[in-house]
């Protein structure tokens, strides 16, 4: 394909999605906010900040902050996650 | 006081006592400084599970803060904005070979990541789209758009949208991650968004965000997907809020 009849075929295919769906008409910015469901798989979350705190003072002195002695698995949700028709891990630890 | 002594003692306990760490008569108090020690242990892990929520459920609180601790011994906060600690720790988490187990588990928190990010960009208004219409045909191949700075993506092996969503309920039923996933998240005006877009519009949206030119990333995402829709895929990302409002400038050619 050429310079030329890519061009050509870009802007085609924008007219074409315009007129296609819903956007046809000039939207103002405030209504762009609930457009976002047109398009894609839209995933709710919790809108809240996620990292904030950080200054708490959890610290003891006998908290075990040594990574060298590591036997901890996995054991949280991912044991409902399904890899491949197995539950849990892809492979064994 | 040397500081870089007292820098390196706090992450590593094997070293001695810091000189100058004292009690009130002048003893050394190995204690206080152990709490101290412990409370920049705890207070980053606390941070860096306050970013990565769905990751920490993923393994665990008790993986979850063993990973963290061997991340901050090898990545402390480079910026006093705690919000910013862990821009490194999805890399860390695909290094880290007790989680080899989870092959979705870096890319989830790379998400994360972008979600946070997304959260603190700064405020700008979405390219409306029917400007697009007004760039010229033959121009349009050689544009730039300017992206708007809440804009990320994460493109995945694992269904890594799929994962996050199903976290953000109170419990998590059976989720099967064996499906690529190319999730965008944007900031249009307040509210983080979400959303997990068509294949070849990942490939497409990945170009673009790269810098590529709207020519150069459709060419790439018709290489990858011969039904590649660039009208829609376009019109979409700018629906979304991807691009930021500016004057619409051609490539030099």
């Given at each position: 394909m050429n310079r030329q009849t890519l061009a050509l075929a870009l802007a085609g295919s924008l007219v074409s999605a315009f007129a296609t769906t819903a956007y046809a008409a000039p939207l103002p910015a405030e209504k762009m906010v609930g457009m976002e469901k047109c398009y894609g798989i839209a995933l709710k979350g919790q809108n809240d900040c996620a990292a904030g705190a950080g200054t708490t003072c959890a610290g003891t002195s006998t908290m075990d902050y040594q990574a060298n002695a590591w036997k901890a698995v996995p054991a949280g949700t991912c044991t409902s996650m399904e890899v491949n028709g197995h539950m849990g891990m892809l492979k064994p630890m | 006081m040397d500081q870089s002594a007292f820098a390196a003692a706090l992450l590593d306990p094997s070293l001695p006592l810091p000189a100058g760490v004292t009690c009130a008569r002048g003893e050394p108090d190995a204690t206080r400084f152990s709490v101290y020690r412990n409370n920049v242990v705890a207070s980053l892990s606390r941070a860096l599970g306050e970013r990565f929520p769905v990751v920490r459920r993923l393994v665990g609180d008790e993986f979850f803060n063993g990973m963290a601790r061997a991340f901050l011994t090898v990545s402390l906060p480079r910026s006093p904005l705690i919000f910013a600690y862990g821009d490194t720790f999805p890399d860390f988490v695909a290094g880290f070979a007790p989680a080899a187990?989870?092959?979705?588990l870096a890319d989830t928190a790379r998400l994360e990541a972008n979600w946070t990010r997304a959260y603190h960009a700064a405020d700008a208004t979405p390219l409306p789209v029917e400007r697009l219409l007004a760039i010229a045909p033959e121009r349009l191949a050689g544009i730039r758009l300017l992206l708007h700075p809440a804009v990320a993506l994460a493109r995945s092996d694992f269904a890594i949208g799929t994962i996050w969503q199903a976290h953000q309920a109170e419990v998590v039923g059976s989720v099967i991650v064996a499906a690529s996933e190319s999730v965008l998240v944007t900031r249009p005006t307040f509210d983080v968004r979400v959303h997990v877009v068509p294949p070849a519009d990942g490939v497409f949206a990945d170009s673009v965000l790269r810098g590529e030119t709207l020519g150069e990333a459709a060419a790439t995402a018709f290489a990858r997907h011969p039904d590649f829709d660039f009208g829609h895929a376009l019109l979409g990302l700018a629906s979304l809020g991807a691009f930021a409002d500016s004057p619409l400038q051609g490539d030099p050619a």
């Amino acid at each position: 394909m050429n310079r030329q009849t890519l061009a050509l075929a870009l802007a085609g295919s924008l007219v074409s999605a315009f007129a296609t769906t819903a956007y046809a008409a000039p939207l103002p910015a405030e209504k762009m906010v609930g457009m976002e469901k047109c398009y894609g798989i839209a995933l709710k979350g919790q809108n809240d900040c996620a990292a904030g705190a950080g200054t708490t003072c959890a610290g003891t002195s006998t908290m075990d902050y040594q990574a060298n002695a590591w036997k901890a698995v996995p054991a949280g949700t991912c044991t409902s996650m399904e890899v491949n028709g197995h539950m849990g891990m892809l492979k064994p630890m | 006081m040397d500081q870089s002594a007292f820098a390196a003692a706090l992450l590593d306990p094997s070293l001695p006592l810091p000189a100058g760490v004292t009690c009130a008569r002048g003893e050394p108090d190995a204690t206080r400084f152990s709490v101290y020690r412990n409370n920049v242990v705890a207070s980053l892990s606390r941070a860096l599970g306050e970013r990565f929520p769905v990751v920490r459920r993923l393994v665990g609180d008790e993986f979850f803060n063993g990973m963290a601790r061997a991340f901050l011994t090898v990545s402390l906060p480079r910026s006093p904005l705690i919000f910013a600690y862990g821009d490194t720790f999805p890399d860390f988490v695909a290094g880290f070979a007790p989680a080899a187990a989870l092959p979705y588990l870096a890319d989830t928190a790379r998400l994360e990541a972008n979600w946070t990010r997304a959260y603190h960009a700064a405020d700008a208004t979405p390219l409306p789209v029917e400007r697009l219409l007004a760039i010229a045909p033959e121009r349009l191949a050689g544009i730039r758009l300017l992206l708007h700075p809440a804009v990320a993506l994460a493109r995945s092996d694992f269904a890594i949208g799929t994962i996050w969503q199903a976290h953000q309920a109170e419990v998590v039923g059976s989720v099967i991650v064996a499906a690529s996933e190319s999730v965008l998240v944007t900031r249009p005006t307040f509210d983080v968004r979400v959303h997990v877009v068509p294949p070849a519009d990942g490939v497409f949206a990945d170009s673009v965000l790269r810098g590529e030119t709207l020519g150069e990333a459709a060419a790439t995402a018709f290489a990858r997907h011969p039904d590649f829709d660039f009208g829609h895929a376009l019109l979409g990302l700018a629906s979304l809020g991807a691009f930021a409002d500016s004057p619409l400038q051609g490539d030099p050619a």
